[in-house]
Every structure is written in structure tokens, then in C-alpha cells.
């Protein structure tokens, strides 16, 4: 069994950064590719950046170019530096752990971007 936590959200001004971590514990996520999604109020998750197991990144039109993803093996952790962000990034971003049997899923951290 594996938990996610995410952590690092917040509010920030238009133009601004942030940097979001997921931690899993309990398990080794390094066989899972693992990924961020957000979910904005009214819509439904969206897939926002995912890196596999030998590194591999993937980015969503909107996301592209602005951010970031990295993982750390040794630490279990996974992050999401966020650059440039802009009102519609406002949402509450969730980690993700896709496993080849299973998948996880953290609560999620609520990142809030202003004008």
C-alpha cells in the first residue's frame, strides 16, 4: 500500500511560482510512472504532467513550457515546479502513482493563482 501526500501549494500573484512535492511512503514507487492532475471547481481532472520509471516526461498543452517535472528515486518523491502561472492554474493539484497493478492517488494540494 502506498500514501501520497502532496504538499507546497498556496496562493501566489499572476506571474508567479510555485513548487509542488509528493511524497509516497509505504511503498517504493520507483516501478510506477507517476503524475500530476489538477482539478479546478466545476470541471473534472485533468492530466497535467507525468514522468515514467526511466524518466520520460509528458506535459499538457498548457503546462508546456511553464512547467516542470522531476522525481527523486531515493527520496520516493515526486515534484512540480510551476512557473509563469496564470488565474486559470488555480485548482487543487493531485498526485498520482500508476503502478502496474494499481493506482494511488494523494488528496491533493490547493494552489491559488490571483490577478
Known amino acids: 500500500q502506498v500514501q501520497l501526500v502532496e504538499s507546497g501549494g498556496g496562493s501566489v500573484m499572476a506571474g508567479g511560482s510555485l513548487k509542488l512535492s509528493c511524497l509516497a511512503s509505504?511503498?517504493?514507487?520507483?516501478?510506477?510512472?507517476m503524475a500530476w492532475y489538477r482539478q479546478s471547481s466545476g470541471k473534472g481532472r485533468d492530466l497535467v504532467s507525468s514522468?515514467?520509471?526511466?524518466?520520460?516526461?509528458w506535459y499538457s498543452e498548457s503546462a508546456r513550457g511553464r512547467f516542470t517535472t522531476s522525481r527523486d528515486f531515493a527520496k520516493n518523491a515526486l515534484y512540480l515546479q510551476m512557473d509563469s502561472l496564470r488565474t486559470d492554474d488555480t485548482a487543487v493539484y493531485v498526485c498520482?502513482?500508476?503502478?502496474?497493478?494499481?493506482?494511488?492517488w494523494g488528496l491533493g494540494t490547493q494552489v491559488t493563482v490571483s490577478s
Open positions: 498520482a502513482a500508476h503502478c502496474p497493478t494499481v493506482n494511488y
Open positions: 509505504g511503498s517504493s514507487v520507483v516501478d510506477c510512472a
Open positions: 514522468m515514467t520509471r526511466d524518466g520520460s516526461t
